[in-house]
Each structure stands twice: as structure tokens, then as C-alpha cells.
């Protein structure tokens, strides 16, 4: 399948708890190295935030992330790594400009998680992660992924392998 020119790749994945969602951030962070972007999409409440804490987590950042909406963009960071946590759930694409976006993208080492990022859409780089989170019964998610490009491809893969531990 093809968007945007580039080569895609789908999965889904399902979590049955707030500690599960936890627990595969957790176990995905570990395949991050610096430079990916990561785009959640979902209602609000069906566990976005709660995926960015697991992530930030496993990365030993010592601030827990909150929901970014109020500040639209929180930065964590330490002596190895640096988690861009964005949500531009109320902007428009010409507020995107002030935020700094495009220099964090250019910047290899920082690991980009960014919630509702239809503002920014032409702006999408071609190799990212798209997440999807769907819910469903009670604690129940759908995380439905796609991957753009071969470094995305990597993390499906690594996240796929994540939910079977």
C-alpha cells in the first residue's frame, strides 16, 4: 500500500489495561534511538498520554509526562536521550510554525511523539510512525500501526515483538 509516496505497513496490536499499554511503551522504548517520529491519533482517554509515560519511562527520564494539551509541547531529556512530547490538538497549521517544529525534526538525536498531528499534516516526514488508538470494551485498545518508510518499518516490528513478551 502506498501514501504519500512512500511504502506502508500495517498491524494492529490490543492492550486490555492501563498497566499493559505501560508495559509495551516500556518494551518498545527500548528499540528507539534517537530521531523517530511517532504520531497518535485517538480520542482523548483512549491511552496516547499514557503511552508517551510508559515511553518516557523506560527511557530514565525522571519527569512523567502529562497530557500535553495545555502546554502543546513538553521536552524531556537527559544525558542520553531527548523526548519531544507535542499536542496540537487545538492548533491551526500556521500556529504549528511557533511551536519549533521543524527544528526538532532536524535534530537526529530527538525521539518525536506527537498527539493529533492533522495540523501538520503536509508537513509529515516521510519515514514515521502512525498509531491509532482505538477503544474498545472496557479497558480495551486497538492500537492500530502504520509504518512509512524503512525506519518505521523497524519500529512496527519492534513493537509487534513487544506486545508478545
Excluded at 517520529?37 to 509526562?65: D, E, Q, Y
Excluded at 537526529?108 to 488508538?133: G, Q, V, Y
Aim: glycine letters at 8%.
Amino acid at each position: 500500500m502506498h501514501k504519500n509516496g512512500a511504502l506502508m505497513k500495517e498491524t494492529s496490536l490490543f492492550t486490555h489495561s492501563r498497566q499493559e499499554t505501560l508495559a509495551l511503551a516500556g518494551r518498545f522504548a527500548k528499540a528507539l534511538q534517537g530521531g523517530e517520529i511517532i504520531f497518535l491519533r485517538g480520542p482523548i482517554g483512549a491511552g496516547k498520554t499514557v503511552f508517551v509515560k510508559g515511553v518516557a519511562a523506560a527511557l530514565g527520564l525522571k519527569s512523567s509526562p502529562v497530557s500535553a494539551s495545555f502546554s502543546l509541547m513538553k521536552e524531556y531529556k537527559n544525558k542520553s536521550v531527548k523526548l519531544f512530547h507535542i499536542d496540537l490538538f487545538r492548533l491551526s497549521e500556521g500556529e504549528v510554525f511557533n511551536l519549533g517544529f521543524e527544528e526538532m525534526l532536524e535534530d537526529e538525536k530527538s525521539i518525536i511523539l506527537a498527539e493529533w498531528p492533522d495540523p501538520i499534516a503536509h508537513m509529515l516526514p516521510a519515514d514515521r510512525l502512525e498509531m491509532e488508538f482505538v477503544l474498545k470494551q472496557a479497558d480495551e485498545r486497538e492500537i492500530k500501526l502504520a509504518a512509512f518508510g524503512r525506519v518505521s518499518q523497524r519500529l512496527l516490528e519492534e513493537l509487534c515483538r513487544a506486545s508478545k513478551m
